[in-house]
């Protein structure tokens, strides 16, 4: 984790798209369902949470200027 970024970023509230981009980021499906691929994108998430200033679906941009 970047100490500049921490707790900048906006990310939406969706789990599903959340889990997916995990997934891809570790270069498999977006649909995964292999148990060592789902630990690891709960991994890179738990990861990433200290980043996170909000969950938004409906406005992110908004928060982000």
Same mark, same amino acid.
């Given at each position: ?12 509230? *969706?789990?599903? /798209? $959340? ?5 891809? %980021?570790?270069?498999?499906?977006? #649909?995964?369902? *292999?148990?060592? /691929? $789902? ?5 890179? %998430?738990?990861?990433?949470?200290? #980043? ?9 941009k908004t928060l982000l200027a």
């Amino acid at each position: 984790m970047a100490p500049e970024f921490k707790n900048s970023g906006v990310s939406l509230d *969706d789990q599903r /798209v $959340l889990i997916g981009i995990a997934n891809v %980021l570790q270069g498999k499906s977006i #649909n995964a369902t *292999d148990t060592k /691929v $789902l630990k690891m994108s709960q991994e890179i %998430l738990i990861d990433l949470l200290p #980043n996170i200033k909000a969950f938004d679906s409906d406005s992110p941009k908004t928060l982000l200027a």
